[in-house]
Nanobody, 115 residues
Framework: QAQLVESGGGLVQPGGSLRLSCAVS????????IRWHRQAPGKERELVAA????????NYADSVKGRFIISRDNAKNTVYLQMNSLKPEDTAVYYC????????WGQGTQVTVSS
């Protein structure tokens, strides 16, 4: 069955960096666009970054543009989110979402930005 497993979250100080990974199995990874979403306590889930199935196109929320980079390694069935210059408002649970003719979600990984 389809599985998306996020990892790489944790506690980091403001200005620091983290790299999230999303390992995929159970479906044809290369066919799917991948999105990273996040949800902070008391807020709606928001789209953070997206990458096309082949990886040629990326999109970012204005709030993370210039700080976050989404990439994918189709040979490893893995998507990454490099997060730099982190701010306290980046604190959230980050979710990986694969979308094509189906939509699959991971369980999320917590990112906390605090001094």
């Amino acid at each position: 069955q389809a599985q998306l497993v996020e990892s790489g979250g944790g506690l980091v100080q403001p200005g620091g960096s983290l790299r999230l990974s999303c390992a995929v199995s159970g479906f044809t990874f290369n066919n799917y666009a991948i999105r990273w979403h996040r949800q902070a306590p008391g807020k709606e889930r928001e789209l953070v970054a997206a990458i096309s199935s082949i990886g040629g196109r990326t999109n970012y929320a204005d709030s993370v543009k210039g700080r976050f980079i989404i990439s994918r390694d189709n040979a490893k069935n893995t998507v990454y989110l490099q997060m730099n210059s982190l701010k306290p408002e980046d604190t959230a649970v980050y979710y990986c979402n694969a979308i094509w003719n189906e939509s699959y979600w991971g369980q999320g990984t917590q990112v906390t930005v605090s001094s």
